[in-house]
């Protein structure tokens, strides 16, 4: 037996005295403008673009090359508006320090750029970024864009980071350029012959013109 729909929980809600409409509310009215409630996602917080980012990066979902050294790390996540629709062929791309904490600002070497496929969807495999002497915590930058949308700036980081010492909802802020939780996301591993694989999700939620 297939199990209630979202409108028909709150149907029966109703019916049964559960949920209470205003006056000037009818059942159909109010449960409309619970779902569009419900399905509302809060934007993307921005953050610092930083002084490394270079323009013309190739297009290409792979960042990390065969022989380099470092955790591998594959990063997936789905390019959203605020009312939770999926955005595809959005605009992303990519940049962060190599495994020792260094920039290739010679070339475009963790640098890429790719479009979110037909679902909004997107994911790329680099190595876990390094620390780097002018910042505290691991990071990847972002900048993404979509038609009809904010271009978002922001950057994604990691809450298994030694800087945030276990314990990133009370240490997040020991990075000054990160002013929310929210960039902080918790990492998977899962075994790989001879070694490890981290997995991070970074949904992206972009605000409309």
């Known amino acids: 037996m297939r199990g209630l729909t979202r409108r028909d929980l709150l149907s029966k ?35 610092d673009l930083g002084p490394f980012y270079k323009a013309d990066a190739p297009r290409e979902t792979k960042l990390a ?18 009312r939770g629709e999926a955005l595809p062929g959005a605009l992303i791309e990519i940049w962060h320090a190599d495994p020792f904490g260094q920039y290739d600002n010679q070339g475009f070497h963790y640098r890429a750029l790719f479009t979110a ?21 691991q990071h990847i930058h972002y900048k ?14 990691f809450a298994t980071d030694p800087a945030f010492e276990g314990d990133p909802d009370r240490n997040f ?7 929310t939780r929210e960039l902080v996301r918790p990492v998977r591993v899962h075994e ?18």
């Not at 065969?66 to 508006?81: A, C, H, Q, R, S």
């Not at 790989?192 to 013109?209: K, Q």
């Open 173 to 179: 802020r020991k990075d000054p350029l990160l002013q």
């Open 144 to 157: 993404v864009t979509a038609p009809g949308h904010k271009a978002l700036v922001t950057q994604l980081y």
């Open 117 to 137: 496929s037909s679902g909004g969807s997107y994911g790329f495999d680099t190595n876990m970024p390094g620390h780097y002497p002018d910042r505290v915590a």
């Open 65 to 82: 090359r065969p022989g380099d050294p470092g955790l591998p790390l594959k990063v997936t996540g789905t390019v959203y508006n605020t």
């Open 192 to 209: 790989i012959p001879g070694s490890i694989r981290a997995a991070v999700d970074f949904e992206v939620v972009l605000e409309t013109l």
């Open 13 to 47: 809600c109703y019916a049964s005295g559960l949920l209470i409409a205003a006056p000037a509310l009818t059942e159909t009215r109010l449960l409309s403008l619970w779902l569009q409630a419900e399905s509302k996602k809060k934007p993307t917080p921005p953050n």
